[in-house]
């Protein structure tokens, strides 16, 4: 298994404002990823954090807007910049140890993020 | 992405059997069959997955139709804390796209005391 840690667990922000989410691993994975769960819905992926290299971001998500770094294989982070409320929502990190569909995914309690 | 489509919920009562289906008409030779469970307040947890032969582990069994074209999530006695939306997801095993989980809206399972 794999246990996750996010930074912070919650955060009230204004609208205009920046928030770098850390999510910090107990041990060495190959993927790391970053989902946003709006309230009452499913997860959604934004961009998988690629170490050494830009991440990959998912159709209507762009790296301006959810700029993602990953120095090493247990730290990533994500920042939610120039924030608006529609931003409001959980961001939870997400690792596998393998590359392709065969590994477990682990994710992380999240990060409640609201924007006023 | 092969598509799933579940109930969007089902309710269960204490200590009885839970069956969650799940519909995947569009599924490939290579797609595994993946199963997590979003408890409230927290992230998802892997559940179960599995190829062609039905499944067993410690949290529930996984049926698999022999088309393949469907399949069923098992909670043999569920109790308050199964209480959850539970995701049935297809991934591809061969690539490093199905390394990534594309959630669809699962089935809110709600168990009755």
């Known amino acids: 298994s794999a246990v996750i840690s996010q930074k912070p667990s919650r955060d009230i922000c204004q609208r205009g404002t920046s928030l770098t989410i850390q999510c910090q691993v107990d041990?060495?994975?190959?993927?790391m990823f970053w989902y946003r769960q709006q309230p009452g819905q499913s997860l959604t992926l934004i961009a998988t954090?690629?170490?050494?290299?830009?991440?990959?971001?998912e159709s209507g998500f762009v790296i301006d807007k959810f700029p993602i770094s990953r120095p090493n294989l247990t730290f990533s982070t994500l920042t939610v910049s120039n924030m608006s409320p529609e931003d409001s929502s959980i961001y939870l990190c997400?690792?596998?140890?393998?590359?392709?569909?065969?590994?477990?995914?682990?994710f992380g309690p999240g990060t409640r993020l609201t924007v006023t | 992405d092969a598509k799933t489509t579940q109930p969007n919920s089902m309710e269960s009562n204490e200590e009885e059997p839970v069956h969650l289906p799940c519909n995947h008409s569009?599924?490939?030779?290579?797609?595994?069959i993946h199963w997590y469970r979003q408890l409230p307040s927290q992230g998802p947890e892997y559940v179960i997955h599995?190829?062609?032969s039905n499944v067993n582990n410690r949290m529930a069994s996984l049926a698999i139709a022999e088309d393949r074209k469907s399949s069923t999530l098992i909670l043999h006695r569920a109790t308050l804390r199964d209480a959850a939306v539970y995701y049935c997801?297809?991934?591809?095993?061969?690539?490093?796209?199905?390394?990534?989980?594309?959630f669809g809206e699962g089935t809110q399972l709600t168990v009755n005391p």
């Open positions: 997801i297809l991934r591809d095993v061969g690539e490093t796209s199905g390394s990534r989980l594309t």
């Open positions: 997400s690792v596998a140890r393998g590359g392709t569909g065969l590994y477990e995914q682990y």
């Open positions: 954090a690629n170490q050494g290299s830009e991440a990959t971001y």
């Open positions: 599995g190829l062609t």
């Open positions: 041990s060495q994975v190959t993927m």
């Open positions: 569009t599924i490939s030779g290579t797609d595994y």
